[in-house]
């Protein structure tokens, strides 16, 4: 009896099994979930911003739209508009053009809110498709696909063309109120009009901390240095620039007798100078002089998209802008010293804002030189002696920024274009994806 093998204990054994085997299943059903919501929601994100992508392509779309009608709009002439406004304002319209054709002003895409409800007020709406889908004889549908699904049917009939999900929304700002850098290497009559606004700028008062210090690749510039180095940027040579300020000659800019690559040999990595017009705005990062502190103030007033020839337009928003402008018809010849005072340029700009808002045809470059005369400012002869060819100011642009930000789910998606007005919708000279 005392020689038999004794049982091994194995109660709780199985127990322990299962509950260990149910911990791994637990484990890997709970992980097996995860990913599915995971998969399942990147899967819903590219949905969405599948959507929010194309919703932002049709607010471009919209918005190029509405500027060809602005375009067309700018071209209508309206015969004895003049006389019509001096007759309502009690025979005092004479000056605005008599009986001469008169083109409208009126800034139609700043009026307009290009959105998705614009867009659905645009298209019939989804009970119309419905009741006019269902007046539709059964010989002209799919009767196959209809039978076999009818609740995917109804969803296609549905969602036809003009249904969407999501919303979009589209701003637009003119380039041309802006100082154009495209016009620096222009001709004489044209650069020196906006290199003169380029040196005011940049020499305001209210800028001149950002010359005060070296920046981050210890380089100190002044606005004369900057402005000789964005001409040298655009120009063909490969001299270095120097400004003619005396006024004897029209030429503004003459040849130096140094390299123009100069200051960028010092730079890591070295490169040259471009030699050719800017392609994006951002490109003038690279120019010298120009740091994150400078296009932080002067980003949003510069511009290099519309062509050589274009014309600040005085309808801008930007009180800096609007100064740029009345230093831009005031006559050189007879400068008037207030245009100095901060508080006389404060009223003046003020006048301006009042004078736009009351014009109910549009605020043109006439009107403008009259709200500049009646404060007493000299005018340039040449502006006053033929107002549609002065080239110093425009009311018209032909250049416009778009930046639209399509919403699907959680997801946004933005792009901004820039769009120069043509006979079609317009070329796209800028894209960027966001």
Not at 261 to 268: I, N
């Amino acid at each position: 009896m005392s020689g038999r093998p004794r049982k091994r204990r194995e109660r709780g054994v199985a127990m322990l099994i299962a509950i260990i085997s149910i911990a791994i299943l637990t484990v890997v059903a709970t992980e097996f979930a995860y990913s599915s919501r995971v998969d399942l929601q990147l899967a819903a994100n590219q949905r969405d911003g599948l959507q929010a992508y194309y919703l932002a392509r049709s607010g471009l779309g919209l918005s190029r739209l509405l500027l060809k009608f602005q375009k067309q709009l700018n071209g209508t002439q309206i015969p004895n508009l003049g006389a019509i406004l001096g007759g309502l304002a009690g025979g005092a319209g004479g000056a605005a053009g008599g009986n001469q054709p008169t083109t409208m002003n009126l800034q139609i895409w700043r009026m307009a809110k290009v959105d998705c409800h614009m867009l659905r007020g645009m298209v019939r709406s989804d009970d119309d498709r419905g009741e006019t889908a269902s007046r539709r004889p059964a010989a002209s549908r799919k009767l196959e696909f209809d039978d076999e699904f009818p609740d995917q049917a109804r969803a296609q009939q549905k969602r036809s063309f003009g249904g969407f999900e999501g919303c979009f929304n589209a701003t637009i700002s003119d380039e041309e109120e802006k100082l154009n850098l495209a016009r620096v290497v222009a001709g004489p009559l044209s650069a020196a009009p906006l290199v003169g606004r380029l040196l005011d700028l940049f020499g305001d008062k209210r800028f001149e901390f950002l010359f005060d210090h070296e920046d981050a690749n210890r380089v100190k510039v002044t606005p004369q240095e900057v402005v000789i180095a964005i001409k040298d940027w655009i120009d063909e040579d490969e001299t270095q620039s120097a400004l003619n300020l005396s006024g004897q000659s029209p030429d503004l800019f003459v040849n130096g007798f140094s390299d123009e690559d100069y200051h960028y040999d010092k730079y890591t990595p070295r490169y040259p100078a471009k030699n050719a017009r800017f392609d994006t705005l951002d490109e003038l990062y690279l120019v010298h002089g120009v740091s994150d502190q400078f296009m932080a103030a002067f980003k949003d007033r510069l511009t290099v998209y519309p062509g050589q020839e274009s014309l600040p337009n005085v309808n801008t928003e930007d009180p800096v802008l609007i100064y740029m402008a009345i230093l831009s018809v005031a006559d050189p010849a007879r400068p008037d010293p207030r245009l100095k005072d901060p508080l006389f340029i404060d009223a003046l700009i003020k006048q301006v804002r009042a004078a736009r808002m009351f014009n109910f045809v549009g605020f043109s470059v006439t009107d403008f030189i009259n709200v500049v005369q009646s404060a007493g400012v000299p005018v340039n002869t040449t502006i006053t002696n033929n107002v549609r060819q002065n080239k110093f100011v425009s009311d018209k642009s032909e250049t416009f920024r778009v930046s639209v930000v399509g919403e699907a789910g959680s997801v946004q998606k933005t792009i901004t274009a820039v769009i120069r007005l043509d006979d079609q919708l317009g070329k796209l000279v800028y894209w960027r994806e966001d």
